[in-house]
């Protein structure tokens, strides 16, 4: 505690407020902020690690009016040495720059194969499990002979619902596929030709020996049989 100030700003805190109650009614902000800045200081003062004061008393004299050497002041103190500087930072690491990205590959045009629709040849190679979807049996109930009866057009002969789920389900939702296998199909004389074509250009092609769509294919194998009856 620094005694000194203490004393200092104790003094300036009891002028001011005996300033004050001489004339309460005209006390304004200012002297208030002042008596506040006062008690800081004085609080700052009684918190100080400054060492404490100590009263010296006025030294002896003799009669020839010198002091005593015994009542001289102590010597001044030297200060302290100032403390050593704080030590530099490390330096801070380089930075990597990033490594380059790698080349996009190249880019490949992948060649649309244009299927032109031809007379499809009476000998072909089957594969064994088409011939799943190519079997023919008897129709015996009267329901089951009407649903074979001939049909002169296949494109007139499907529906538009039906035309689009036969495209989504058997065409892989190509349109263009469908129509032009339809073109095909109703240019054939004979089931046979029809066969080959449906084996060479849609049941590999468009997988329709997988177990979702093997009984479509099979249902729109019997339509293209009625064409040829």
Known sequence: MDLL????????????FARMTKDPENIVRIDVDIM??????????????????????????????????????PPPVPAPPPPPPAPAPPPMPEEV?????????????????VVVPVKAKTQS????????????????????????????????????????????????????AFESAISALNGFSDFENAKAYLIEHCVTRYMWLDKKRVEEAKNFVKLVRRRYK
């Open 5 to 16: 100030k203490t004393k200092i700003y104790l003094d300036k805190l009891n002028r001011e």
């Open 36 to 73: 506040a800045s006062y008690v800081r200081e004085l609080y700052d003062a009684l918190l100080s690690e400054e060492p404490v004061y100590r009263h010296e008393p006025a030294p002896r004299k003799v009669a020839s009016g010198r002091p005593l050497v015994s009542d001289a002041p």
């Open 97 to 113: 720059p990033p490594a380059a990205p790698p080349p996009p590959p190249p880019v490949v045009e992948e060649k649309i194969e």
């Open 125 to 176: 190679h089957t594969p064994v499990d088409a011939d799943l979807l190519f079997e023919e049996k008897q129709a015996k109930e009267l329901s089951e002979k009407l649903a074979e009866q001939p049909v002169s057009d296949l494109k007139k002969a499907i529906a538009l619902n039906d035309r689009l789920l036969l495209t989504r389900e058997l065409f892989a939702g190509d349109g263009k």
